[in-house]
């Protein structure tokens, strides 16, 4: 039984040696060392023994369990070594090679007007508000003095929830509830950016969604002539400086007077072409002054607070500012109509 051992110590020993990865180690550990190997099947054996060989044979084969343990260990060390040495070179990194180009995304054409807007107004003085996109029948339209025969209130024209509730069809409702808020105490300056809806077919020039700003300034003894300085203002830094502004007569329910708004036609120069219909001024918004009823059901006095208005498209705004000629442009997500108003 000595030379037994001894034939498998060497026999193990060579095994483990020509081991070459991980897998065939273990089939070795496996073979020697488990519960049917030779070594095992030795100390099962050991019972057939005398008494004075007992000892001896046991202590030769523990002795030869723990060289091919030893051995094992070692070889399972160089093996791991040797596989991250191979895993490092195939993953290896040329720092030399030139990197993938990201593609960073870029702010929505609305999103950029909308900001310029801001910031115009803002540097004017004005604040910005925001208000619920699903709006009360008394904010969209009564306190706007729209009545409850106004053409504006038709069903075909709004998304109604049920008779109290709707989707809001302008942003002038965020102008009524802040002139609440202030509690008839003046002065009062903001701009309302936001989202509106309406029951319109969509085409190249019309959405059932679209954005509108609109603006309001209330304090006392605030005249026509501010409201045109502002305007003005606001399309020189829009525009241009060399754009001008004409103010036509009109009407809405929550201004009095009214008017609509035009810019000069930045492709003639004014001299009339196709993009202007010949006119030499194209049309940007509606405003005038707040509408006496509209002040008073607010709070305001209106006999020592006056105001203006007035509101925009944003989509307008970009198709002029960027010779866009359709407005689902802006909601299709075309990337490379997107991509064009990339900043730098």
């Known amino acids: 039984m000595k030379e037994r051992l001894e034939s498998l110590q060497q026999e193990a020993l060579l095994k483990v040696e020509e081991a070459q990865d991980s897998k065939a180690l273990q089939e070795v550990r496996v073979a020697y060392l488990g519960k049917k190997g030779p070594i095992t099947e030795v100390l099962r054996g050991m019972g057939k023994l005398s008494a004075e060989e007992r000892p001896l ?10 060289a091919i343990t030893e051995k094992l260990e070692q070889k399972e060390q160089e093996l791991q070594e040797k596989e991250i040495e191979a895993q490092l070179a195939s993953e290896s990194i040329d720092v030399t090679l030139p990197g993938r180009p990201v593609q960073l995304g870029a702010s929505h054409p609305l999103t950029n007007i909308v900001e310029q807007v801001e910031d115009i107004f803002i540097g004017m003085g004005f604040e910005v508000e925001e208000g619920p996109e699903v709006e009360t029948d008394y904010y969209n339209f009564e306190a706007l003095n729209l009545p409850k025969d106004h053409p504006a209130r038709d069903m075909q024209d709004s998304f109604y929830f049920t008779n109290e509730l709707l989707l809001r069809t302008q942003t002038s409702p965020v102008q009524a509830r802040t002139m609440e808020k202030y509690q008839g105490k003046g002065p009062l300056k903001i701009i ?9 077919d969509d085409d190249a020039t019309h959405s059932h969604q679209f954005m509108q700003i609109e603006g309001l300034y209330v304090d006392e003894n605030v005249r026509m002539s501010d409201l045109k300085g ?10 241009g400086e060399d754009r001008n502004i004409r103010l036509r007569p009109s009407f809405f329910p929550f201004t009095e007077p009214s008017v609509e708004v035009d810019v000069s036609c930045g492709i003639c120069k004014g001299q009339g072409c196709r993009i202007c219909k010949h006119t030499g001024w194209i049309e940007i918004l509606g405003a005038g ?4 009823r509209v002040l008073e059901m607010s709070g305001f006095d209106s006999k020592k607070y006056s105001g203006f208005a007035f509101g925009m498209g944003v989509e ?10 359709d407005i689902r442009h802006f909601y299709t ?10 900043r730098a």
């Not at 044979?57 to 723990?66: C, E, F, K, L, T």
Request: proline letters at 4%; charged letters at 30%; aromatic letters at 10%.
């Open 289 to 292: 002054m707040v509408h006496p």
């Open 230 to 239: 502002v305007l003005e203002l606001f399309a020189k830094k829009m525009f």
């Open 192 to 200: 309302c950016p936001g989202k509106v809806f309406r029951r319109d």
């Open 316 to 325: 307008r705004l970009a198709m002029l500012k960027h010779d866009i000629d």
């Open 333 to 342: 997500n075309d990337l490379r109509f997107l991509q064009q108003f990339r």
């Open 57 to 66: 044979i046991g202590q030769m084969a523990n002795d030869v369990r723990a």
